[in-house]
Nanobody
């Protein structure tokens, strides 16, 4: 059974930090690009950060220097360390797995985790 589960969201004050995790099962994790997206109320879902199968990373301009994405292939987890959080970072954060090789679906979304930045 394919699963992609986000965790670590919550309420944090401006300037604070949170660490989100995306844990995968049911497919060849090492063969997938893992991206984080977010969707704020009334806005379209937008790309936040991504990490490739060999560890290459890229970030949206709005989070560069504040967010860091990393992956641990054992145990199938991608983390998003978020620092210097701003109210405009408030959104539901989703991870998405995109297959480059191996067994599993072509792409798959998690259910999301809420991040609220407010004083």
């Amino acid at each position: 059974q394919v699963q992609l589960v986000e965790s670590g969201g919550g309420l944090v004050q401006p300037g604070g930090s949170l660490r989100l995790s995306c844990t995968a099962s049911g497919f060849t994790f090492t063969g997938y690009v893992i991206n984080w997206y977010r969707q704020a109320p009334g806005k379209e879902r937008e790309f936040v950060a991504g990490i490739g199968t060999t560890g290459g990373t890229n970030y949206a301009d709005s989070v560069k220097g504040r967010f860091t994405i990393s992956r641990d292939n054992a145990p199938n987890t991608v983390s998003l360390q978020m620092s210097s959080l701003k109210p405009e970072d408030t959104a539901v954060y989703y991870c998405k797995a995109i297959r480059l090789w191996g067994f599993g679906p072509n792409d798959y979304w998690g259910q999301g985790t809420q991040v609220t930045v407010s004083s």
